[in-house]
C-alpha cells in the first residue's frame, strides 16, 4: 500500500521497448528459422529450389494444423482432434474428387472446407453444453472423426486430380516461390479481419481471464464455438494441403498432426493457458518443426532422431523463453 | 431512525433503484434471505456487512451477473430482471470490482472495444481521475493494480451510468487515489446521479456516503445516516445479537499467559506484512485480528513456512530459525492448520491417512511403516476430537466441521509445540465451532503454544488470551482478551483509535 500515485500511475517502457518485449518471441522463432536456413546452405552447399521446394510442402499442412490448434488455445481449450479433422477433410476431398476436373474439385474443396468446419464447431458445442472438459471432449471425438474417415476411405488411396495437387506443387511465379507458400495468402485473409473484429477479442478475452471476459459482456459459450469452428476451418484447410501435397487420400494421414501441431504452437509462443500469442510464430516454428528432419538427412544422421530433437528443442526454447519473462519481472 | 425502507411512502417515488426482499441461495448454502435496498437520484449510498453477510451476492444480483430466487428490481420506476451484465449495462447499471476486470492479455485499446466502450468519454474521465497521460497501447498485465482501479472505474464512467456500484474499490488504492475516486463520486451526485459504495473502512463510509444499508447474515438489518454518528449504529447492527451472545458466554475469558517464550517474531516483513514484532508464549491463545486482506495470511504462511519472509526474524525457543520449506517448520514444532481444509487435507483419502500423513513423514522417516503403533496413535486422536467415523473411506465426505477436526487431529497424532490456526472456524456450524474453540484452549491450558487468527471478531474472546490487532501490514493494537470485545477489536481492526482516545479523528481516508 505504500505506491503512490506517481508510482502507480508511471508510464511502463517506451514504446520501442514494448515493441520488442510484446513481440519478442515470434520475431526469435524468425530468427532461429534464418539460422537454421543458413546452417542448412552450410551443411548442403547446393541447397536449390527443389529443397525449398520440398520443404514449403512438407511444413504447409503443419502449419495450418498448428494454425488450428493456436485458434483453440488461445480461446483457452485444446483440440486433440485436430489431427483426424485433418484426415476426415482429406478422404472426403479424395472420394468427391477422383476422376474429376480443377473447377469441380474446388467446388469439393469448398463443401469439404464447410463441413469439417461444421465439425470444429461441433466439438465447442458439446464442449459448452455438456461442460464436460475440452481435453475429455476432443479426445473423444478425434476416434469419432478418425472412425467416419475410416468409414469414408478404408485404406490410402491415390487419386487426387493432377490439377488440384499443382495448385501447391507447382511454381507458377519463380522457383523460389513455390505455389505451396502462396497458400499461406489464407492466413492473413481469415486472421488479420478475425483479430481486428469484437469476436477476435472476445477468443483472446475468453482465453485470458473467463471472468472478467463474463463481466466484460463477452459471451462464452458463443465464442469458444467460434475459435473451435475456426479450428475447424484450419483444420479442413490442412487436410485440403494434404491431399494436395501428397496426391493420396489417407485415412490415418493426420495422426502426426495433432501433437505435432501443439509442438508448433508452442514454440511459436502461444501460451498453453490461454490468451497469449499469435498465429505468425506458429507458422514460423512449422517450417522449422520440417526443417529439422531435412537437415539431419543431409548430414547423413538417421531421420529418426529428428524426434528427439524436436523434443529437446521444444524443452530448451520453452525454457529460454521462461528464463527471458522471469527476468522481465520487476 | 433505522426505519426499513418500504415505510416511507414518499420516498417510493423518486428511488433510482428499489431492491425488495431479494434472496438467493447455493444448494443448501442461503447467501441471501431477504435484502431490501433503496437508493434515491444523486446519493452515495453505502452497503455495509460482515464477511458474509451477502453483499457480494447482492451486488451480483444487481448488476445481472446472477439472478435473484425472489423479490423484485425497481429500476428507474421500471421492474426489471437483468439477465446479464450487459443488459444492465444498458439500462445505466454498473460495477467496479475489488479486483479490477480489464482483460489481462488484451491492450487497454482492445478492451474498451471489447466492451462497445465510448473511448472519448474513457479519455475524459481518465483526465479527471489524473491520468491524461496514459498510453491505451498498454498492456493491463503489465500495469500495477491501482491503475487498472482506476482504469476500470474509467471505463465504466465512460458509459455515463445512472447508477455506479464501487466494491471495495479503495481497498487496493492508496490514499491520494482513493480522494480522486471520492472526488469523482462527488461529482455523480453533484449531477443527480447515484453510487453504491462497498468498503470495509468506516472512516471512509462517514466521510462519502449520505446513508448506508446494512446487511447481516443476507438480510437488510437497517438504513443509517453515517454523518450523525451513525458509526457505532453500523457497527451494533453488523454484529446482531450474536455479539450479546457470544459475549455473555465469554464472561470469564482467560488472563494472559506467563509461561515461557514459544516463538517470537521480529520486525517481519513479507508482501502486505509491513514490519511485526510481537511474541507468543507457551499456555497461551494468542488472537489475531484484522480485515480480509491486512497481512495476517503472509504473517501464518510465514510461520509456517509457506512463504519466506522478505526481512525480520522468527526466533523459535531462542533460535533464529529460517524455513525454507513447511517440512522445516513442522520439525520445528511449528504447524498450520488452514482456513481451507482443502489445502490440507488429500480428500479422496481415508480418515486414517489423513491423519497419519506427518506421521508416516515423522516416525519411520520413509522406512516400512510400523501399522499397530501408527492405528494406535490415530485412533487416539480421533477419538479425542470426537471425529464422526461414520464415513471413513473418503474425508471428502465427511462435513465441514469434521474435516477440520481431522486437519487438527493429523497434529494431535503427529506431535507439535505450536499450533498456527488461520480461520479454523470459516464455515463451520456453531456447534463445532464452540468444541474447536474449546479444544484449542485445553492444547493451551495443556502447554501449547496457539496463534489464531478468524475473521469472526465476536469469537476471538471466547479462545484467546490475549489479542493482536493488524491493520494495513502493521500492528495497530494489542490488548488482554478481557477488553477485546467486539466493539474494541472493530474499531482497531478499521484503523480507528479506541473509543477513549479520539473519538472524533474520522477525516476522510
Redesign the interface.
Known amino acids: 500500500?505504500?505506491?503512490?500515485?506517481a508510482?502507480?500511475?508511471r508510464?511502463?517502457?517506451i514504446?520501442f521497448g514494448?515493441g520488442i518485449r510484446?513481440f519478442g518471441w515470434t520475431i526469435a522463432v524468425y530468427v532461429l528459422f534464418g539460422v537454421l536456413m543458413v546452417v542448412t546452405v552450410i551443411i548442403k552447399p547446393d541447397y536449390g529450389s527443389f529443397e525449398w521446394n520440398t520443404l514449403t510442402l512438407a511444413a504447409l499442412p503443419l502449419a495450418f494444423a498448428a494454425a488450428a490448434q493456436t485458434m483453440v488455445v488461445l480461446s483457452g481449450g485444446i483440440d486433440l482432434s485436430v489431427g483426424p479433422l485433418m484426415a476426415l477433410a482429406n478422404v472426403l476431398a479424395l472420394r468427391a474428387m477422383v476422376g474429376h476436373d480443377l473447377r469441380y474439385s474446388l467446388g469439393v474443396a469448398l463443401i469439404v472446407l464447410f463441413e469439417v468446419t461444421l465439425a470444429g464447431a461441433l466439438n465447442g458445442v458439446i464442449i459448452v453444453v455438456t461442460r464436460v472438459p475440452d481435453i475429455v471432449i476432443t479426445l473423444a471425438t478425434s476416434f469419432i472423426w478418425a472412425g467416419l474417415a475410416l468409414l469414408v476411405l478404408a485404406k490410402p488411396t491415390p487419386g487426387i486430380p493432377l490439377d488440384f495437387q499443382n495448385l501447391a506443387q507447382g511454381s507458377t511465379l519463380s522457383p523460389w516461390l513455390p505455389d505451396a507458400l502462396l497458400l499461406l495468402v489464407v492466413f492473413p485473409l481469415v486472421w488479420i479481419p478475425l483479430r481486428r473484429s469484437?469476436a477476435g477479442?472476445?477468443i483472446?478475452?475468453v482465453?485470458?481471464?473467463r471472468?472478467?471476459?463474463?463481466?466484460?459482456?463477452?459471451n462464452l459459450g458463443l465464442t469458444r464455438v467460434v475459435a473451435y469452428a475456426v479450428g475447424g476451418f484450419f483444420a479442413a484447410c490442412g487436410g485440403l494441403a494434404l491431399s494436395m501435397t501428397t496426391g493420396v487420400g489417407s485415412p490415418l494421414a493426420g495422426t502426426y498432426y495433432t501433437l505435432s501441431g501443439v509442438s508448433a504452437i508452442v514454440l511459436g509462443g502461444v501460451s498453453l493457458a490461454g490468451?497469449?500469442g499469435g498465429m505468425l510464430g506458429p507458422i514460423a516454428a512449422a517450417y522449422i518443426l520440417s526443417l529439422i528432419p531435412a537437415i539431419l538427412i543431409y548430414l547423413g544422421i538417421d531421420p529418426n532422431y529428428g524426434q528427439m530433437i524436436q523434443g529437446v528443442l521444444i524443452v530448451i526454447v520453452v525454457m529460454v523463453g521462461g528464463i527471458g519473462t522471469m527476468l522481465r519481472r520487476p | 431512525m433505522a426505519a426499513v425502507p418500504n415505510e416511507i411512502p414518499d420516498a417510493n417515488a423518486r428511488a433510482l433503484l428499489v431492491a425488495s426482499g431479494l434472496a438467493k441461495h447455493f444448494g443448501p448454502v442461503v447467501a441471501l434471505r431477504s435484502a431490501d435496498l433503496r437508493v434515491r437520484p444523486g446519493e452515495i449510498h453505502a452497503l455495509m456487512g460482515a464477511n458474509g453477510a451477502g453483499k457480494s451476492t447482492l451486488v451480483k444480483i444487481l448488476t445481472g451477473a446472477l439472478t435473484a430466487d425472489a423479490g423484485t428490481i425497481t429500476f428507474g420506476g421500471r421492474t426489471r430482471t437483468f439477465r446479464s451484465t450487459s443488459e444492465a449495462r444498458k439500462a445505466g447499471l454498473i460495477c467496479v470490482y475489488q479486483d479490477p476486470s480489464l482483460l489481462p492479455d488484451l491492450t487497454v485499446l482492445q478492451n474498451l472495444k471489447l466492451t462497445a466502450t465510448p473511448i472519448s468519454n474513457f479519455r475524459r474521465y481518465l483526465v479527471e481521475l489524473g491520468m491524461a497521460r496514459f498510453d491505451l497501447q498498454s498492456m493491463p498485465r503489465e500495469l500495477a493494480r491501482p491503475t487498472l482501479s482506476l482504469l476500470d472505474l474509467a471505463r465504466a464512467l465512460a458509459i455515463e451510468p445512472q447508477l455506479l456500484l464501487l466494491d471495495e474499490i479503495t481497498a487496493s488504492l492508496p490514499a491520494d487515489l482513493t480522494v480522486r475516486v471520492f472526488n469523482v463520486a462527488r461529482q455523480l451526485r453533484a449531477e443527480g446521479r447515484s453510487v453504491i459504495f462497498i468498503s470495509h473502512r468506516l472512516a471512509e463510509v462517514s466521510a462519502l456516503c449520505d446513508r448506508a444499508t446494512v446487511l447481516r447474515d443476507g438480510k437488510t438489518v437497517g438504513v443509517v445516516e453515517p454523518a450523525q454518528g451513525g458509526e457505532e449504529r453500523i457497527v451494533k447492527l453488523m454484529l446482531g445479537p450474536v455479539a450479546d451472545e457470544v459475549a455473555a458466554e465469554a464472561a470469564s475469558p482467560s488472563a494472559p499467559a506467563t509461561g515461557a517464550v514459544a516463538v517470537e517474531v521480529r520486525d517481519l516483513k513479507a508482501g502486505t506484512l509491513d514490519g511485526v514484532t510481537f511474541t507468543l508464549r507457551f499456555g497461551e491463545v494468542l488472537g489475531v485480528a484484522a480485515l480480509e486482506g491486512q497481512g495476517q495470511e503472509e504473517l501464518f504462511n510465514c510461520l509456517a513456512g509457506v512463504r519466506r519472509p522478505e526481512s525480520g526474524q522468527i526466533v523459535v525457543g531462542g533460535n533464529p530459525r529460517s524455513f525454507h520449506h513447511p517440512g522445516d517448520a513442522i520439525r520445528a514444532g511449528m504447524v498450520l492448520i488452514p482456513a481451507d481444509r482443502v489445502q490440507a487435507l488429500l480428500r479422496q483419502r481415508s480418515v486414517r491417512e489423513n491423519v497419519a500423513l506427518p506421521l508416516v513423514n515423522r516416525i519411520s522417516r520413509w522406512g516400512p511403516i510400523n501399522p499397530r503403533r501408527e492405528k494406535r496413535r490415530v485412533e487416539t486422536a480421533v477419538k479425542r476430537l470426537q471425529i464422526d467415523t461414520r464415513v471413513t473411506s473418503e474425508v471428502r465426505r465427511l462435513s465441514g466441521g469434521n474435516q477440520q477436526k481431522v486437519g487438527i487431529a493429523r497434529w494431535l497424532a503427529g506431535g507439535f509445540k505450536t499450533l498456527l490456526c488461520f480461520d479454523p472456524t470459516r464455515g463451520i456450524d456453531i456447534g463445532t465451532k464452540r468444541q474447536i474453540y474449546g479444544l484449542v484452549k485445553e492444547l493451551a491450558a495443556n502447554g501449547s503454544a496457539v496463534l489464531l487468527f478468524t475473521s469472526e471478531l465476536p469469537e476471538i474472546q471466547l479462545a484467546c488470551n490475549r489479542v493482536i490487532v493488524l491493520f494495513g501490514g502493521k500492528l495497530v493494537d494489542e490488548m488482554p482478551a478481557s477488553e477485546a470485545d467486539e466493539k474494541a477489536l472493530l474499531r482497531a481492526a478499521h484503523g480507528l483509535p479506541s473509543e477513549a482516545e479520539e473519538p472524533q479523528s474520522q477525516e476522510g481516508a
Open positions: 500500500m505504500a505506491a503512490t500515485a508510482e502507480a500511475l508510464p511502463t517502457g514504446q514494448r510484446r469484437r477479442l472476445a483472446y478475452a482465453g485470458s481471464d471472468n472478467a471476459a463474463f463481466r466484460s459482456g463477452v490468451g497469449r
